[in-house]
């Protein structure tokens, strides 16, 4: 298929990766089992009466947005797509606990109107005036899967079109606490950095990462999106005839694949599936991890894909991420992402850069 | 009724997430929507639901509702004139 850039990326994650800063220049530490955004000032992008109403996922949601749509240099896109695993929680459970507390009646507003998963893409539809394509998919860990899949069909389709695209989750106190209780998270708070080297379970995770994709290539650094494939509960022959489709495809080899990006997560038995699994298929490519810094959540995808497209145009792959060093330039990069063992996914990314 | 007002104000702060507002930036007349406060149409919804989940009290005809929202002292005349001993 014809390239699809990135042409612009919005993200607020664990880490501070929003501004100015090189990539991952400085890691944020969190001694805790659930990973919270590094927010920014929302006063640059809202007044206080729009911030009044909006909950903290609709503000790191809208503002991962802005800060994609200013990179691309376009003030309003052709189509918003948004993926969500869990929506609003936050006013999801304001909505539910009001409602138990009022016996049913009188509730509030506010809470019942941004209690939807689509309250995302619609704010920032409203917020520019976008009345063009907007769509939310809310497939768990599928749902940016999902969402990049649409914006790249629309793109393939038109490639004059400029669609937002992008994953946002959050975590409340209320979704850790009923999370907490399956046992999937470290049983004891500590460092995020560790989560690869001690101990079981994962740590909980949230984020807001926006793109904007087009057919139109606006700098000589862009980054090209090739495929994107998910599957669900497959096993090690289906993921590799995926992957053989995906990569003939993009008329690559296995060999061209210069750096996998994997969704390990800190579970000791998916994890050491996935890194034999990789280690077996991709002997020649270096590998890196990215979960001890975004947390586990349905959306982490999309902060793969953020930092995915970041290596690719600063040519570096930090060292917090880095586990197998062959030395090879990320120019063809694939993510290779996993959800608690059942849900697996392959994003493949290309320099386009015009000096190859 | 200055004890009622002074209440409402503080619940209307709260209720509407107005932290760029302290009560005695509210005037008993000043009006709430509009050019006064800036309320819009969820704000009037939120204030119906303060009103009964607060002080038990209902509006009966939604026509009568920029009357009753006009300010925090009308509301306060409204809360008065029905709300049952």
């Known amino acids: 298929m014809a390239t699809i850039f990135i042409t612009g990326m919005g993200n607020i994650s664990p880490q501070k990766t929003w501004g100015d800063a090189p990539l991952l220049s400085e890691v944020t530490e969190h001694n805790s089992e659930r990973l919270a955004c590094v927010e920014p000032?929302?006063?640059?992008?809202?007044?206080?009466?729009?911030?009044?109403?909006?909950?903290?996922?609709?503000?790191?949601?809208?503002?991962?947005?802005?800060?994609?749509?200013?990179?691309?240099?376009?003030?309003?896109?052709?189509?918003?797509?948004?993926?969500?695993?869990?929506?609003?929680?936050?006013?999801?459970?304001?909505?539910?606990?009001?409602?138990?507390?009022?016996?049913?009646?009188?509730?509030?507003?506010?809470?019942?109107?941004?209690?939807?998963?689509?309250?995302?893409?619609?704010?920032?539809?409203?917020?520019?005036?976008?009345?063009?394509?907007?769509?939310?998919?809310?497939?768990?860990?599928?749902?940016?899967?999902?969402?990049l899949l649409d914006a790249l069909m629309m793109v393939k389709e038109e490639p004059a079109l400029k669609v937002l695209v992008g994953g946002v989750d959050e975590i409340t106190d209320l979704s850790h606490t009923i999370q907490k209780r399956f046992g999937i998270f470290r049983a004891q708070p500590e460092s995020n950095l560790n989560l690869f080297t001690t101990g079981r379970g994962t740590?909980?995770?949230?984020?807001?990462?926006?793109?904007?994709?087009?057919?139109?290539?606006?700098?000589?650094?862009?980054?090209?999106?090739e495929a994107v494939a998910t599957f669900y509960k497959a096993d090690e022959q289906t993921l590799k005839q995926g992957l053989d489709d995906l990569l003939r495809d993009a008329k690559l080899q296995v060999s061209d694949i210069d750096f996998v990006l994997l969704g390990t997560s800190g579970n000791a038995g998916t994890d050491k599936t996935l890194l034999d699994y990789t280690l077996k298929m991709f002997p020649e490519s270096s590998t890196g991890v990215f979960k001890h810094l975004s947390g586990e959540h349905p959306v982490a995808s999309s902060f793969a894909f953020w930092l995915a497209a970041r290596m690719i145009q600063e040519q570096?792959?930090?060292?917090?991420?880095?586990?197998?060093?062959?030395?090879?330039?990320?120019?063809?990069?694939?993510?290779?992402?996993?959800?608690?063992?059942?849900?697996?996914?392959?994003?493949?990314?290309?320099?386009?850069?015009?000096?190859? | 009724m200055e004890q009622l007002m002074a209440d409402l104000k503080k619940q209307i702060i709260?209720?509407?997430?107005?932290?760029?507002?302290?009560?005695?930036?509210?005037?008993?007349?000043?009006?709430?929507?509009?050019?006064?406060l800036g309320l819009d149409s969820i704000d009037a919804l939120e204030l119906i639901v303060l009103l009964q989940q607060n002080y038990k009290v209902k509006i009966e005809n939604p026509q009568d509702g920029p009357t009753i929202f006009h300010s925090v002292k009308s509301i306060a005349e409204y809360i008065r004139a029905n709300q049952t001993a």
């Open chain 1, 41 to 147: 000032d929302y006063t640059q992008w809202f007044d206080p009466r729009q911030l009044r109403r909006m909950s903290r996922v609709l503000k790191m949601g809208v503002a991962a947005g802005s800060i994609a749509l200013k990179e691309a240099n376009i003030t309003v896109p052709d189509a918003i797509i948004t993926g969500t695993g869990y929506g609003c929680l936050e006013d999801t459970g304001i909505f539910l606990t009001k409602m138990v507390e009022n016996n049913e009646e009188a509730l509030n507003p506010t809470p019942f109107i941004q209690s939807t998963h689509n309250t995302i893409g619609s704010l920032i539809a409203l917020m520019l005036q976008c009345q063009g394509y907007n769509q939310t998919y809310t497939q768990g860990a599928f749902s940016f899967e999902n969402s």
């Open chain 2, 14 to 36: 709260e209720a509407l997430n107005l932290k760029h507002l302290k009560p005695e930036n509210i005037g008993d007349d000043q009006p709430l929507f509009g050019d006064g």
């Open chain 1, 316 to 356: 570096t792959i930090p060292s917090a991420v880095m586990l197998h060093d062959t030395g090879r330039k990320p120019k063809n990069v694939l993510i290779f992402n996993q959800y608690f063992g059942t849900h697996h996914a392959f994003i493949l990314l290309k320099s386009c850069r015009a000096s190859g």
């Open chain 1, 203 to 225: 740590v909980n995770g949230e984020g807001a990462a926006y793109f904007v994709l087009s057919g139109e290539k606006v700098n000589d650094n862009a980054v090209g999106v």
